[in-house]
């Protein structure tokens, strides 16, 4: 039912975050076509129900493969936290089967053993992901014997979306979250930005963590798995159009998103709106 044709890698966020991920994603495999979408009209997740996140999360997955894509990013934590195991596992073998629907959360914890000395980690991220512990969940499973201390900032991704993340306001909100969860576990040395809007934070969040903290922002590690997936699955990376092209879509007005979007990306970006649901 879904076009059968090669097409473009779909890379999805509830808004702007994602972009951290794409404009990565971008460097290490330019040569690629792209359709970004931004739930821009529906963001913020990070504070809605298991049961919502999952269905704006489907109804973009299904926009995507209507539009061609047979691999989508969920270039968002709280969708890769809340909704991306039951479509991979309940969805996908009856939507279609051949199409694949990828996470942040896997490629991160899979590189943290090389960073930590102490085997204590901390992760930011919305109140979602922290509350879904699926962090803690796909660490353990690598490295049980790993310490893992979540804090959900829900007050950073308005922050950056409504572009107070440099402004001296967004030092409040951001040591306020560093101390409690360094007073939680003073022996943290490493610490996952489990929200794709966080980097734009990095360096306040720098100012209130001792020097050596090691910052694990997620764009690198995922553009690295991806482009490894795509090696390791040829017969995906096939149905993969290569014209390094880029579309973007929001479901809020086009002018606002292009706006910000060339803030995040540091380039013009001409976005279209669309209508999910
Ligand atoms: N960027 C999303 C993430 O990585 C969160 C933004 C939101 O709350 O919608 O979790």
Known sequence: MYPTAAGPIGIFDSGYGGLTVLSAIK?????????????????????????????FTREAVEWFFARGCH???????????????????????????????????????????????????????????????SYQMEICKLHPQFTVTGEACPMWVPLVENREHDKPGADYFVRQHLERL????????????????????????????????????????????????????PE????????????????DTSDKFSQLASLFLQEDVDAKQIKLG
């Open 236 to 251: 995906m990376d096939a149905k993969c159009t290569k014209a390094g092209s880029v579309n973007y879509y929001t479901t």
């Open 27 to 55: 460097r290490v495999m330019p040569q690629y076509d792209y359709l970004y979408l931004g739930d821009n009209a529906r963001a913020p997740y990070g504070g809605r129900s298991f049961e919502t996140v999952y269905q």
């Open 71 to 133: 691999l989508v990013i969920l270039a968002c934590n709280t969708a890769s936290a809340k909704a991306l195991r039951t479509i991979q596992q309940r969805d996908l073998p009856l939507i279609d089967p051949q199409r694949r629907v990828l996470g942040v959360i896997r490629p991160t914890t899979e590189r943290i053993a090389d960073l930590t000395s102490t085997g204590h980690i901390g992760v930011l991220g919305t109140e979602g992901t922290i509350q879904s512990h």
């Open 182 to 233: 360094m007073a939680r576990d003073p022996l943290i040395d490493t610490l996952i930005l489990g929200c794709t809007h966080y980097p734009l934070l990095l360096e306040k969040i720098q100012q209130y963590l001792p020097t050596g903290m090691k910052f694990v922002t997620q764009g690198n590690y995922v553009a690295d798995s991806l482009s490894d997936y795509l090696v390791r699955h």
